[in-house]
């Protein structure tokens, strides 16, 4: 099974900056889609960018176009999400997540990662 490690939260100004990490390991990702999300207290789970290993091709959600990047480097097996102009309401508990390029579900969660912005 597939098994992913978040890491890079923590405590930022508004207007700051974190990168988020995604360890993986367990089973091949080459045909393997990878996403981020995010969930606020009170709120729904969100999406909020996917990367493919082949082809690198992207997603991003208009609420974070523009402010968040999403990219793969395939020699350390790791996801990153780099977070610029991060807002208040960006404060939330970010999750890597994988799926099978055949299913919508990811199936695949880490444990989550705390990140808050402070105004």
């Known amino acids: 099974q597939v098994q992913l490690v978040e890491s890079g939260g923590g405590l930022v100004q508004a207007g700051g900056s974190l990168r988020l990490s995604c360890a993986a390991s367990?089973?091949?990702?080459?045909?393997?889609?990878m996403g981020w999300f995010r969930q606020a207290p009170g709120k729904e789970r969100d999406l909020l960018a996917t990367?493919?290993?082949?082809?690198?091709?992207?997603y991003y959600a208009d609420s974070v176009k523009g402010r968040f990047t999403i990219s793969g480097d395939n020699a350390k097996n790791t996801v990153y999400l780099q977070m610029n102009s991060l807002k208040p309401e960006d404060t939330a508990v970010y999750y890597c997540?994988?799926?099978?390029?055949?299913?919508?579900?990811?199936?695949?969660w880490g444990q989550g990662t705390q990140v808050t912005v402070s105004s």
């Open positions: 990367i493919t290993w082949t082809g690198g091709r992207t």
């Open positions: 997540a994988a799926r099978s390029v055949l299913t919508y579900d990811y199936n695949y």
């Open positions: 367990g089973r091949t990702f080459s045909s393997y889609v």
